[in-house]
Every structure is written in C-alpha cells, then in structure tokens.
T-cell receptor, first 112, second 113 residues
C-alpha cells in the first residue's frame, strides 16, 4: 500500500472549515483514499473514502486532485467535538484484504 | 447490532506473564488486524489475518502471537518476550464489499507492572 504524509498538527476555530491535507504521491491506480479519525482513547472511526472523484457525506467532503497525488478532507463547520487525530490511508479496496497501515495522522485542535 | 468487541477494556499483568487479548466480530468480515498504540503515537500494525487459519506479521510482531481458528475471533497473546508490553491495543476488521472500511473495537489498555 502507498505511503501517506500528513502535517503533525493543525488548529481550527469553531464554526470555520477545517481543511486537512494528505500527500500520497505513490498511489496506484486501484488504491482508494480513506480517512479515519480517532478521538482520545477510542478506536478510530471511518469518515469517508474516494477513488478519483470528490466525495461528500454527512460528516465531511473529500477532494482528490486530478493526478490523485494528494487529497484534502474538509470538515465544513468544525465543532469542539471534531478535535481528534485524523488519519489518511491508501489501500486497494474490495476483494482479498491487503495490509492496513496507518501513519501518525494530523492532530486537529478545534478552539473557541 | 453488528460490531467488533474487545475485552477486557483494562488489563493488568505482572511482568513475565503471558496475556491474551480477545477480539470478536459479528460482521462476517474476512480480514482482522491488531494494532499497538503508545501515548501520543499513531497505530502500528502487529499482525493481520486475511482468512481463517492464516495470518501475517505486521511491522512490530516480535513478542506477540495470534491465532485465527474461527472467522469471528482473532485473539492476540502478548508474551513475556515483548520488552515493553504496556500499551493500548486495538483490533479491527474489514470485509470484501466496497467500501471495505475498517471497523475498530474500543481497545484494551494493557498495563504490565
């Protein structure tokens, strides 16, 4: 699975959009981008995934560049409850599972 | 409701003792994973299993062992050979159907004294 690079930490004011970047320059054509978040001392929670088109669900939006070498997770109106560590991973989806590797993620701090 | 269950939530053991952490899922997922997380750090993969009776080492397998005798269960044994066993341990599973996102348990916090 391709490796990802994320900033170590970011701050965001409550009510503003949080934009979390991720670089995955070695992504393969059949690898999807997944985002998870981990609130302190809990198991990570799936947020969203995409292959090459932008995606939106009730939690967030995912913007993937045309060359697929980077992506951005957008939390449109961040709240204090969005304070967490956000992980971006890339892996082949469907079929026989491959190794599922997480990096160190981005620690997002939402402030008043 | 379908989900993945880890037990116990907190576990204390004396140094030199082996300890087994439980992970059970009723999601009918083929693949299961074990991770270790140290304070302020990311998740590091210990072992993973793609099907019953088969498993592969992850990035930090030394001092750990696993078994996968049933699809639903993937127990992790922390052996006395693991030099720094105190950590937060997370179990996850993934299915075959898209989007094949990972489901995680709530973790077991192991403290070795």
């Amino acid at each position: 699975d391709a490796k990802t690079t994320q900033p170590t930490s970011m701050d965001c004011a409550e009510g503003r959009a949080a934009n979390l970047p991720c670089n995955h320059s070695t992504i393969s054509g059949n690898e999807y981008v997944y985002w998870y978040r981990q609130i302190h001392s809990q198991g990570p929670q799936y947020i969203i995934h995409g292959l090459k088109n932008n995606e939106t669900n009730e939690m967030a939006s995912l913007i993937i560049t045309e060359d697929r070498k980077s992506s951005t997770l957008i939390l449109p109106h961040a709240t204090l409850r969005d304070t967490a560590v956000y992980y971006c991973i890339v892996r082949v989806a469907g079929g026989t599972a491959s190794k599922l590797t997480f990096g160190t993620g981005t620690r997002l701090q939402v402030t008043l | 409701d379908g989900g993945i269950t880890q037990s116990p939530k907190y576990l204390f053991r004396k140094e030199g003792q082996n300890v087994t952490l439980s992970c059970e899922q009723n999601l009918n997922h083929d693949a299961m994973y074990w991770y270790r997380q140290d304070p302020g750090q990311g998740l590091r993969l210990i072992y993973y299993s793609q099907i019953v009776n088969d498993f592969q080492k992850g990035d930090i397998a030394e001092g750990y062992s696993v078994s996968r005798e049933k699809k639903e269960s993937f127990p992790l044994t922390v052996t006395s050979a693991q030099k720094n066993p105190t950590a937060f341990y997370l179990c996850a599973s993934t299915g075959r159907a898209l989007p094949t996102e990972a489901f995680f348990g709530q973790g077991t916090r192991l403290t070795v004294v």
